[in-house]
């Protein structure tokens, strides 16, 4: 059972529905929906089954609008805006889908290969990664960037888990998990622009890092082979989010 | 401190510059500083007290008086007249205090009726260069915080966000958003704590209006965020200053302290209920926290980056409540609008920018300095007029708006200075950097110059502003090393749309702006890069080039 639904059904038995909850009703695509008040188009377009391109964003964690793969185009609205952090609006009308998001979706794709370094086939999470996934359905097939191919060192002093930067996309989901939900803020970023990096406590080994719990739920949540378990060959780091879904849940759950 | 009590230090002041026969005002601001202008106020003391003028004559320092290139700066105010001198040295100074009450220095003066001073209109600047910044008095003494004294005794929050809507005055940090509506929308948000926020973090190369502003009149940015706070319901107030204004922190320091001291902040202002306390942030050397999420970011203590607006900082700004972020020129702008009327103020300028408008003007002219002129002047008046173009070269274009800016040619030069008509050229009004230049910069070395300043600049959040921006430093390097085809240019042109479209905040939407800008006027420049393999203006060192030129 889907997150969704749990959360609909406790709203069906319960008397605490807040009576404040105003819905609201707007198109996307062209297509009536209806939502609370609070959700945002990203929402509401899942609870549809209306495919939004994300990177950055994770069910269960705040949303940062950094990754711009989700942006849509709002009628009467000059600019873009990200789906995760749009808040839904009466008589609005989303577009998901047009030739100039799918071409900017895919420069952003391509983009973020040419960073660093992307190697699919010595990869550990090569066929389950989400930058891959996400090449594969927006048709990247080429990079027409100059990659940048940065020498990028690789963190393997923590004893369970491993940290390849040249795999990161620097979409700071590791950061958020680690703080809200482990509640430990290990991870964070350094530097800025191109040169960011996400790092350990104060740049320190992450083996040595005092404030890590070990929990490894950065390394579940982060969407490439950039955070791994020690041991996993090529292909074989598969992602495990479910506890996510079920301590948002939880979290969500009227008491 | 009641409104008496400030009436009584204003009669005083009259009083004791009615006492003095002369006044030696010796700029202290920043380019003259560099130009040691602080041993020429210490000579002139010493000359002044062997002279036996100590009580007829006062030698105090005061803010920029405009013509930087010319620094250090002197006026010599004695009853009505004013003689200005340039270029002085410690070794003038006996001169000068010779001379007082008789024929000025002629080698040293500096009529005041040249172009550069008679061209300009100072609201903002109206105090700099004749009171000293570091005493609140002379602040009061001309006439400041009587608007806050108005403001407080005589209208209603309502009243006061109605005059500087009618004013018509609009954000001076570079958008140009009201600043009336802005103020309207915070008061009317709901939230128990309200905030101002002066951004103080100017950072476009090139560019030091706010901290002119803030080192030669402090008071008066004070006196708007006072009011401000008044007419949107704040109590609690922040000047983000960037670290790299050490005199202007300063000073802004001791306004805040004398401020506190005769009670025009802290609790009980001017005797009413109204309370605002006003806290110094020193921003870390970070472009990207001039962008006001992620300003706030950095007051709140969190790494300055931007976050997706809406909601906006007027509904959810500091520690999510409402809050009011103006720039140091905007609230500059207020008390002169509070005390002489909106109606007044939206006389000057054009149909849609009111007022004055400050710039820093650099580069390949003649006066590179401070300057304010009304909304509407040409650009030709502000470049050929008040810059003037050295002997023997030629203009090329001007950059306005800094990195967010674009390059202006020749031919639209007679466009009035306003925000939509800057917007038209491809270009921005900014926050007012504007830098000449003539036949000896090279184009594409220019815009790149700017993208790479936005690329260390780019906080990384973002995906194309990080990386897009990057690759279109690293196409640009291309081009200026001889070493690109025409697909890469094409590549460089279709980064510009998505970087532009797709970036988080203002910095990557912006950032391809200097190269669209380019491309649209000097398309040539970059295509003789590419398909001749020369820079015509010979800056970038493509090899073999120098054999094509000779």
């Known amino acids: 059972m889907s997150r969704r639904h749990m959360q609909n059904l406790w709203f069906r038995e319960g008397e605490r529905v807040s009576m404040s909850v105003h819905i609201v009703t707007f198109a996307i695509n062209g297509r009536d929906v209806s939502a609370r008040e609070s959700e945002t188009v990203l929402d509401v377009a899942r609870q549809n089954d209306i495919f939004i391109p994300t990177l950055c964003q994770v069910e269960g964690l705040s949303s940062v609008g950094a990754c711009r793969l989700c942006l849509v185009e709002v009628k009467g609205r000059p600019r873009l805006f990200p789906a995760c952090v749009l808040q839904v609006e009466e008589g609005m009308e989303v577009q998901t889908e047009s030739e100039r998001l799918s071409k900017y979706r895919r420069m952003i794709v391509e983009l973020l290969f040419s960073e660093r370094n992307h190697i699919c086939a010595v990869c550990v999470s090569n066929g389950h990664c989400d930058l891959q996934d996400l090449a594969q359905k927006l048709g990247v097939t080429h990079v027409r960037y100059a990659y940048r191919n940065p020498s990028m060192p690789i963190d393997a002093s923590h004893k369970q888990f491993a940290l390849d930067h040249n795999r990161c996309v620097l979409c700071t989901r590791c950061i958020r998990v680690c703080d809200e939900i482990e509640g430990a803020h290990v991870w964070d970023m350094m530097a800025r622009g191109i040169k960011s990096r996400i790092i350990a406590d104060l740049d320190e080994a992450w083996g040595s890092s005092e404030t890590c719990t070990n929990c490894g739920k950065c390394v579940q949540v982060c969407p490439t082979g950039a955070l791994f378990e020690r041991g996993k060959s090529v292909t074989e780091m598969t992602k495990r989010r479910q506890f996510l879904t079920y301590l948002t849940m939880m979290k969500e759950v009227p008491r | 401190m009641n409104s008496e009590e400030l009436d009584k230090i204003v009669e005083e002041e009259k009083r004791s510059r009615q006492s003095l026969e002369h006044e030696i005002c010796v700029c202290v601001a920043a380019g003259c500083l560099s130009a040691h202008s602080e041993d020429v106020k210490a000579v002139l003391e010493k000359e002044v007290k062997q002279h036996g003028l100590g009580h007829q004559c006062k030698v105090k320092g005061v803010g920029c008086l405009g013509l930087c290139a010319s620094g250090p700066l002197i006026a010599v105010e004695g009853g009505e007249k004013r003689t200005l001198y340039c270029n002085v040295t410690a070794q003038d100074a006996p001169e000068i205090v010779g001379a007082l009450g008789k024929e000025p220095v002629k080698r040293l003066q500096l009529p005041e009726s040249i172009p550069f001073f008679s061209r300009q209109r100072k609201l903002v600047l109206e105090n700099c260069g004749r009171i000293d910044p570091e005493r609140i008095e002379e602040y009061i003494g001309v006439g400041g915080y009587s608007a806050l004294q108005k403001s407080l005794n005589e209208m209603r929050p309502t009243e006061v966000i109605e005059q500087i809507t009618r004013s018509g005055l609009r954000g001076r940090g570079g958008a140009g958003y009201p600043t009336g509506l802005k103020w309207s929308t915070v008061s009317k948000a709901v939230g128990s704590r309200k905030f101002v926020v002066c951004n103080a973090d100017e950072g476009d190369p090139g560019a030091f209006m706010d901290r002119t502003i803030l080192a030669s009149d402090p008071q008066k940015v004070i006196e708007g965020m006072i009011i401000a706070a008044y007419a949107v319901g704040a109590s609690e107030g922040f000047i983000y200053v960037r670290a790299e204004y050490p005199l202007a922190i300063k000073r802004l320091k001791t306004a805040i302290h004398q401020a506190e001291r005769l009670g025009l902040l802290g609790k009980n202002i001017l005797g009413t209920t109204f309370s605002l306390s006003i806290e110094l942030r020193l921003g870390a050397g970070a472009f ?263």
């Open chain 2, 288 to 550: 990207v926290c001039g962008e006001e999420t992620a300003l706030i970011a950095s007051i709140e203590g969190k790494r300055g980056t931007p976050r997706p607006r809406p909601p906006y900082p007027a509904e959810s700004g500091l520690w999510k409540s409402p809050t009011l972020i103006n720039n140091v020129e905007t609230f500059a702008h207020v008390p002169k609008i509070i005390l002489e009327g909106g109606d007044w103020y939206a006389r000057l300028g054009t149909a849609k920018s009111k007022g004055t408008k400050m710039f820093a003007l650099a580069g390949r002219v003649k006066n590179t300095g401070l300057i304010e002129v009304p909304m509407g002047i040409n650009l030709r008046e502000i470049i050929y007029e008040i810059g003037g173009i050295p002997e023997g070269h030629r203009f090329k274009a001007v950059q306005t708006g800094g990195p967010s800016g674009g390059c202006i040619p020749e031919q639209h030069l007679n466009t009035p200075v306003d925000y939509e008509s800057l917007t038209k050229l491809g270009s921005i009004m900014g926050s007012g950097g504007m830098v000449v230049m003539d036949e000896t910069s090279c184009i594409v070395d220019v815009a790149k110059f700017f993208i790479e300043f936005c690329m260390s600049e780019s906080c990384g959040k973002c995906i194309p502003c990080r990386v897009g921006v990057t690759q279109m430093h690293d196409l640009l390097c291309k081009i200026t090393d001889g070493a690109a085809t025409m697909d890469d240019l094409a590549l460089l042109e279709e980064l510009c749309d998505v970087v532009r479209n797709t970036s988080l905040c203002g910095l990557g939407q912006t950032a391809p702006n200097p190269i669209l800008s380019t491309l649209q006027y000097f398309r040539d420049e970059y295509i003789a890069h590419i398909e001749k393999k020369a820079c015509p203006a010979g800056i970038c060192k493509i090899s073999g080039s120098e054999k094509e030129s000779a």
